[in-house]
């Protein structure tokens, strides 16, 4: 059985203490936004996940291309692991995301782009486990999954263009009459440093993720690899 | 069953053999189905069902019809597109000529062209058939040249998509039910594409608002066709 | 500081807002933390009960046959804190 690296316990450690710092940081130290309130303190996480989830996107479409090129099992197991992580962080997103649009536009959802793309995303993710799933023989799993991330990964920047275009096109935010619905605002100082370490923050917390998550691949694949010789 | 097609390959060049393996496999599914018509008739059925249900939980008023013909179209030849997809790829590994195809000495992607192909004229037949039926019933003509050149475009982008995924699920202990789900958020854009260009040229829209969504389904189709080639031998592999 | 704050307007209280976004944010968190410790003493166990039979199954049978496809090399990897000097032979995987 595989014991957990020590650098890897450090880096939970790390990753807990840099959450708390991110919290204080865009709870208590950012100064209130004027206009939108105390919402407003959800940005800075709600920005982060998006980002990171959006690493763990590009980091789940190379894993698929080199899974193909290499046949490398380790390669699945990366690419699992990234999306399985960009999958929560985006889920983070669009929560806070809808959480931030209420009471400032007074609508749940307002289809722009970024955040109507990371919902397909989303989709598309979710697609991705229920296809593994059905299928029981590993090195398919791995290649259906693979083919998967890779038309996933190509579409969703797409998508995020043919949002954007309708809405060039349509400018006005469906659900709500303001136009100008695009969370826009000055960043003061206090509020720069909390955006900035939140971001760095929840790199870090991805990263440690990603890596545990990567331990547990392995070990699922030793299991299931037993599990496939006992049975023979 | 069509001819296998042969190889020979130091008197054909391998495009042309390449070529003929398209067409035979194509064949092959165009004449099964003019036989027994199972799809086709399942798949066109199904579409004037869908756009019976529409009248009625929309509101196709005249106004209304303007702007949503387009998106009720699309998302009926979506449906009807799932349908003929799934029955299309459970034939052939039901009668495992699938697996027979695969022992063929012809590239992978030949067979997977040939389906497209197939796949594609099937969806293309039942628009054509549900175009003018939409048109006497709710007194709109759709029967204009750019609607049918989104009309292709669109199909293609979704046939090419759709092929490889159905491929995939068929495979899986899911199987159709898998199909919509894996399809459906990665042909999001040409859905989008397809159904503001049809509305463009609908409503008469000038040519510079639509030739974007236009570009963006050829973009799509290009790169969508690329990527299915490339990777479909990785799909079908045993 | 660049506060545009009109004369007129307040500061809407939308705390309550930002409450709910973060008391949401640690509920997922937790509950992708605990779903994931859960799989992983999960997998401990099924891995410690297979290595279990496959002992026994080993011992029963003292040369079983082996009837195994062609493996290629894995790449190497290195397992800390490996139990004993048991090579895991059916770890190799295609």
């Known amino acids: ?232 | ?238 | 500081m660049n506060y545009a704050v009109l004369p007129q307007d307040t500061t809407p209280d939308t705390s309550g807002y930002m409450v709910a976004g973060y008391v949401i944010f640690a509920v997922i968190m937790a509950i992708y933390i605990v779903s994931f410790l859960a799989r992983g003493r999960n997998l401990e166990r099924d891995l410690s009960t297979l290595e279990t039979m496959k002992a026994e199954s080993k011992a029963m049978t003292p040369h079983p046959p082996r009837k195994r496809a062609v493996r290629k090399a894995k790449p190497e990897r290195t397992r800390a804190g490996t139990r004993g000097q048991t090579r895991r032979r059916g770890a190799g995987r295609r």
Do not use: C
């Open chain 1, 1 to 232: 059985m595989q014991a957990k690296p020590t650098s890897l316990r450090a880096l939970d450690l790390v990753a807990i203490a840099v959450l708390i710092v991110a919290a204080y940081l865009a709870l208590v130290y950012a100064p209130e936004e004027a206009v939108m309130g105390q919402v407003q303190r959800v940005f800075y996480f709600h920005v982060a996940t998006a980002w990171t989830a959006l690493l763990g996107f590009i980091a789940a479409g190379v894993a698929g291309v080199a899974y193909l090129a290499t046949k490398d099992e380790k390669w699945d197991i990366v690419e699992i692991a990234a999306i399985e992580i960009s999958l929560v962080f985006f889920l983070i997103t669009i929560v806070l995301g809808s959480i931030w649009a209420r009471p400032i536009w007074n609508t749940w959802w307002t289809w722009d782009p970024r955040l109507t793309t990371a919902a397909v995303t989303e989709l598309i993710y979710i697609a991705y486990f229920m296809l593994r799933q059905g299928i029981e023989d590993p090195g398919r799993r791995a290649r259906f999954g693979a083919v998967y991330t890779i038309i996933g990964a190509v579409s969703a920047p797409i998508t995020f263009f043919a949002i954007r275009l309708f809405r060039t096109i349509h400018p006005v935010v469906i659900g709500s009459g303001d136009p100008s619905a695009q969370g826009t605002f000055a960043m003061a100082p206090g509020m720069k440093l909390a955006f900035f370490f939140a971001l760095f923050a929840f790199t870090i917390i991805f990263v440690d993720l990603f890596w545990n998550r990567i331990l547990m691949g392995r070990l699922a694949a030793r299991v299931e690899q037993l599990k496939l010789n006992l049975m023979r």
């Open chain 2, 1 to 238: 069953m069509a001819r296998r097609p042969s190889v020979h390959s130091d008197r054909e060049k391998p495009a042309a053999s390449f070529a003929r393996a398209v067409v035979a496999i194509t064949w092959k599914d165009l004449a099964a189905e003019f036989r027994s018509r199972e799809l086709f008739s399942a798949m066109l059925v199904f579409s004037l069902l869908v756009i019976l249900i529409f009248n009625f939980a929309l509101e196709l008023d005249i106004r209304t019809r303007q702007s949503v013909t387009a998106g009720v179209l699309w998302v009926t030849f979506a449906f009807a597109g799932t349908l003929g997809l799934n029955r299309s790829m459970s034939i052939e590994k039901d009668q495992g000529s699938l697996d027979g195809l695969l022992l063929a000495p012809v590239d992978r992607s030949a067979i997977y062209f040939g389906k497209v192909f197939s796949n594609l004229t099937f969806m293309l037949i039942v628009e054509a058939i549900v175009l003018p039926v939409y048109s006497f019933l709710y007194n709109v003509n759709l029967l204009r040249p750019g609607l049918l050149l989104i009309l292709l475009l669109g199909s293609v982008g979704y046939i090419v998509v759709g092929t490889l995924l159905a491929t995939m699920a068929v495979q899986s202990r899911s199987r159709e039910v898998l199909l919509p789900i894996l399809l459906f958020p990665v042909v999001i854009p040409v859905l989008i594409a397809a159904v503001k260009a049809s509305g463009g040229f609908l409503t008469g829209d000038e040519a510079i608002n639509i030739r974007p969504w236009i570009n963006l389904l050829l973009v799509y189709d290009l790169i969508f066709t690329a990527i299915a080639f490339m990777v479909f031998d990785y799909v079908v592999e045993e």
